[in-house]
T-cell receptor, first 118, second 116 residues
Framework: AQSVTQLGSHVSVSEGALVLLRCNYSSSVPPYLFWYVQYPNQGLQLLLKYTTGATLVKGINGFEAEFKKSETSFHLTKPSAHMSDAAEYFCAVSDLGAGGTSYGKLTFGQGTILTVHP | KAGVTQTPRYLIKTRGQQVTLSCSPISGHRSVSWYQQTPGQGLQFLFEYFSETQRNKGNFPGRFSGRQFSNSRSEMNVSTLELGDSALYLC???????????????FGPGTRLTVL
């Protein structure tokens, strides 16, 4: 089964600093990877996704992530943090079900809480 | 286009009771997936429905069940509630294709269930 590990449950940066949130995956098949953000008392919002093609994926709000197969990683970055980026971030991988399909099933990492200091 | 809506937003129940949560997907979406989010276990997949059929399910006991109606709205039911069922229950809707072919899940705000 596929799995995701997010390194660091809490990350703190200063406003304007680089944001780097780490995600490593384990998958026996080509992975399909996602980053979601969750603001307090809200659901998950898709930031970006990698399915096939270009390994550098650009998402919303200035975030991007690079798929590195050799390192089994999909780290999320943003060049300059903004106060509004403070939230919890989840990396996820599509997970094949019993029938060999991924219908509706994402496996999530434990999440990383990003704090942005003025 | 309206997003995914979930009702109610908050629920308080006692042990042994049952509860039904509702999810209305984005217009045109035919797939609804349900997830449980807790501080200890994180986000865990419950099940997915498409055209009123369950296509995929996670590792939850039979007390957790769901269904989907012809208009794609979905409900999930938890019977004989336990303290450990306290969680945020999220539903997500999508067009209904394979994730690896680009189908994307859009999440609702969740229902916060507290079991006393």
């Amino acid at each position: 089964a596929q799995s995701v590990t997010q390194l660091g449950s809490h990350v703190s940066v200063s406003e304007g600093a680089l944001v780097l949130l780490r995600c490593n995956y384990s998958s026996s098949v080509p992975p399909y990877l996602f980053w979601y953000v969750q603001y307090p008392n809200q659901g998950l919002q898709l930031l970006l996704k990698y399915t096939t093609g270009a390994t550098l994926v650009k998402g919303i709000n200035g975030f991007e992530a690079e798929f590195k197969k050799s390192e089994t990683s999909f780290h999320l970055t943003k060049p300059s943090a903004h106060m509004s980026d403070a939230a919890e971030y989840f990396c996820a991988v599509s997970d094949l079900g019993a029938g060999g399909t991924s219908y509706g099933k994402l496996t999530f990492g434990q999440g990383t809480i990003l704090t942005v200091h003025p | 286009k309206a997003g995914v809506t979930q009702t109610p937003r908050y629920l308080i129940k006692t042990r042994g009771q049952q509860v039904t949560l509702s999810c209305s997907p984005i217009s045109g979406h035919r797939s609804v997936s349900w997830y449980q989010q807790t501080p200890g276990q994180g986000l865990q997949f419950l099940f997915e429905y498409f055209s009123e059929t369950q296509r995929n399910k996670g590792n939850f006991p039979g007390r957790f069940s769901g269904r989907q109606f012809s208009n794609s709205r979905s409900e999930m039911n938890v019977s004989t509630l336990e303290l450990g069922d306290s969680a945020l229950y999220l539903c997500a809707s999508s067009l209904g294709g394979l994730i690896e072919l680009g189908d994307t899940q859009y999440f609702g705000p969740g229902t916060r269930l507290t079991v006393l």
